[in-house]
């Protein structure tokens, strides 16, 4: 088999890893962040990147889920320190996902983190029920639990958008 070069997969993927960055944080700004860092994390660990055990996108959507987790936790822990007792921000709203009427972007902005992530991976990005399953750190039952659940509180709401 033979091994791609790391400019090749990060030409070849760089769009994906960023969109599930947007779906996955909804902030464009941060998506931005978050994929270039995971960039440079996966330029460091390309050494170690096995093509017989993932596919390039899977191993990247990994790293940078792995990347905004970390993110994740340094905010949670900042905002402690320096708000130990301010309400909680409330949820961004999500950026004009292109291509989706406004009111399927009503109706994803509605799903939690989890669940767009889980549409993010298998919908957006079209990768396989295993695929997805690793990058999330779950079963391929639980993300296939995951993607049934989410793709059904979306056909409520756009059936209930419809009747009204």
């Not at 889920?65 to 949670?76: G, K, Q, V």
Request: charged letters at 30%.
């Amino acid at each position: 088999m033979n091994r791609p070069t790391f400019s090749a997969v990060a030409e070849d993927c760089l769009d994906e890893v960023y969109r599930y960055l947007l779906m996955l944080t909804a902030d464009a700004s941060l998506a931005d962040d978050l994929t270039g860092a995971t960039f440079e994390k996966a330029l460091r660990l390309w050494p170690r990147y096995d093509p017989r055990r993932a596919a390039p996108v899977t191993w990247l959507c990994s790293i940078a889920r792995t990347t905004a987790l970390d993110h994740f936790r340094a905010e949670s822990r900042r905002r402690r320190r320096e708000e130990r007792f301010a309400a909680e921000q409330p949820q961004a709203e999500l950026p004009t996902l292109s291509g989706l009427s406004p009111e399927l972007e009503a109706a994803v902005a509605e799903l939690t983190a989890a669940e767009r992530e889980v549409v993010a991976l298998r919908v957006v990005l079209e990768l396989d029920s295993e695929a997805a399953a690793r990058v999330l750190g779950i079963s391929r039952t639980a993300g296939s639990m995951r993607l049934a659940r989410a793709l059904n509180k979306l056909e409520e709401r756009m059936a209930a958008d419809a009747l009204a």
